[in-house]
């Protein structure tokens, strides 16, 4: 049997030097781009070894293996929901998230403020805010989620307004059929624009293992990555 935790470390290490790469050859200071892994599939086991080597945040597709891998953490590392969420599954998930990266609606948005509000008065959580960022769509296609340019104003109006909510960014996956540097580019822009209207910074989460570097080179973050860490995902 492999020995999985050497794996890991030096999935770590080469990762980590490859967003240094990108760093450097942008002109961007090494260290300014957060590396956020994805452990859809991987048991919780594999969260906990993240949290050994200094990891505090993962992400994850599904609420209910989300929720469930939450129980088994007790604290020990966060869980940022990167996946679509149906509104039904607001007041489930915020219970259990440390962060929100897929908000897309005004409707979701109300719904993750009633289910903060909820939450926190049965004692399901003790944090009061709720950091989300809302995931941008250049392709208007509903299935895949995200809110369009024009729909943005409307969640960040709500989110602005929530007692429990807290615009932490914007997050994006580019079209399977765009040019992704176009897609980041335009998706920072948004950033740098909302940053400067709030009078805070505010982040950009872009860029997967396949296309981290164009992320990087065009302003994200943060990236996302997963088999490159932890290697394929087990089989369902």
Known sequence: MPDLSHTLEQNIADV???????????GRAEGSVGL????????????VELAKHGFNLVGENREQEAR???????????IAMIGQIQTKKANAVARWAAEVHSLDSVTLANGLERGMGLALERGDR?????????????DGDAA??????EDVP????????????ELAGFMVVPPLDSEPREVFAQARAL???YATQLGRGLRLSAGMSGDFREAIACGSDIVRVGTALLGPRPVR
Do not use: N, W
Request: hydrophobic share 40%.
């Open 191 to 193: 950033t740098d624009a």
């Open 16 to 26: 980590r030097h490859a967003i240094h790469d990108a760093e450097r050859a942008s």
């Open 36 to 47: 956020l892994p994805v452990t859809k599939f991987h048991p919780v086991e594999r969260i």
């Open 154 to 165: 409307a969640i960040v109006d709500v989110v602005e307004g929530a007692r429990h909510l």
């Open 126 to 138: 003790t944090t009061e805010i709720l950091p989300c960022m809302v995931q941008l769509s250049y």
């Open 68 to 78: 469930d891998k939450a129980s088994h953490l007790a604290g020990r590392c966060g």
């Open 144 to 149: 895949r989620g995200g809110a369009t340019p």
